[in-house]
């Protein structure tokens, strides 16, 4: 009985589910919030994603992976998509998707770069450019369920108009530090030159390492690449570190 039961699970995750955006919201100057209504949603974990799929009228098909930005909350999920200028789906899914409109979603997808709320050790996030959502999605499951496990984020961006759920994360969580890093520029009078992550910014704003945190690292293959190798000079356990890497669209 169990295993059927675990059968009908993954059936159900790896079928197409027609979903419906219901909302859009701006995140930054080039990003928007999907909100998308998923009849049949069988849940999902902080820091896992969606496959999505878009069929054209004269039936040409093409799918791309999003990552999930929204704590689980029934039949809601939350995708937030950054545009690129060149991309085939992006620029489609930013600026022409109306209210109304329907693509599929299949998932949810991953088992290992998820935070659950049972976890207690310190938690480090560390997050490029539009790397940030699934970790924006353990920041939020954490506040929904009252945790009170720590968390630090330490977020690299280009500059102040490409950053992420800004609003929401100038609100304050307890228990969650924020850190800011610009690559390009900066607000005025930022006390960090523009500049990428170093190992000064990770031990001066993650935790040591003989705390043993999870450190769960989203971004670009060169972020991430960068970033993980870095924790592991300051001694943090590689097995300590979860990564997740999107390709150049983010």
Same mark, same amino acid.
């Given at each position: 009985?169990?295993?059927?039961?675990?059968?009908?699970?993954?059936?159900?995750?790896?079928?197409?589910?027609?979903?419906?955006?219901?909302?859009?919201?701006?995140?930054?100057?080039?990003?928007?919030?999907?909100?998308?209504?998923?009849?049949?949603?069988?849940?999902?974990?902080?820091?896992?994603?969606?496959?999505?799929?878009?069929?054209?009228?004269?039936?040409?098909?093409?799918?791309?992976?999003?990552?999930?930005?929204?704590?689980?909350?029934?039949?809601?999920?939350?995708?937030?998509?950054?545009?690129?200028?060149?991309?085939?789906?992006?620029?489609?899914?930013?600026?022409?998707?109306?209210?109304?409109?329907?693509?599929?979603?299949?998932?949810?997808?991953?088992?290992?770069?998820? &935070?659950?709320?049972?976890?207690?050790?310190?938690?480090?996030?560390?997050?490029?450019?539009?790397?940030?959502?699934?970790?924006?999605?353990?920041?939020?499951?954490?506040?929904?369920?009252?945790?009170?496990?720590?968390?630090?984020?330490?977020?690299?961006?280009?500059?102040?108009?490409?950053?992420?759920?800004?609003?929401?994360?100038?609100?304050?969580?307890?228990?969650?530090?924020?850190?800011?890093?610009?690559?390009?520029?900066?607000?005025?009078? &930022?006390?960090?030159?523009?500049?990428?992550?170093?190992?000064?910014?990770?031990?001066?704003?993650? &935790?040591?390492?003989?705390?043993?945190?999870?450190?769960?690292?989203?971004?670009?293959?060169?972020?991430?690449?960068?970033?993980?190798?870095?924790?592991?000079?300051?001694?943090?356990?590689?097995?300590?570190?979860?990564?997740?890497?999107?390709?150049?669209?983010?």
């Amino acid at each position: 009985m169990a295993g059927a039961a675990v059968s009908r699970r993954l059936g159900d995750r790896l079928r197409w589910k027609t979903a419906r955006l219901v909302d859009r919201r701006v995140e930054s100057a080039v990003a928007r919030t999907l909100v998308f209504e998923v009849p049949d949603w069988p849940g999902h974990q902080a820091g896992q994603h969606v496959d999505m799929r878009l069929t054209a009228e004269d039936g040409y098909s093409t799918q791309r992976s999003y990552s999930l930005a929204s704590a689980p909350d029934g039949e809601s999920v939350e995708l937030t998509v950054q545009r690129v200028d060149d991309g085939e789906v992006s620029p489609y899914l930013t600026d022409d998707l109306a209210v109304g409109d329907a693509v599929e979603l299949r998932g949810p997808v991953g088992g290992w770069f998820v &935070w659950r709320p049972e976890q207690k050790e310190p938690v480090l996030l560390v997050g490029g450019g539009s790397g940030l959502v699934p970790l924006m999605a353990m920041i939020r499951t954490r506040r929904a369920v009252g945790s009170r496990t720590p968390f630090r984020l330490v977020y690299s961006v280009r500059s102040p108009e490409y950053q992420l759920f800004a609003a929401e994360l100038r609100q304050g969580d307890p228990g969650l530090d924020r850190t800011y890093l610009y690559t390009r520029s900066t607000p005025p009078q &930022w006390p960090r030159a523009p500049g990428h992550l170093t190992a000064s910014d990770l031990s001066g704003a993650g &935790w040591p390492p003989d705390f043993e945190p999870t450190c769960y690292v989203c971004g670009s293959t060169g972020f991430v690449e960068w970033a993980a190798g870095l924790l592991v000079a300051l001694g943090h356990e590689p097995g300590r570190i979860r990564t997740e890497r999107f390709g150049p669209g983010g």
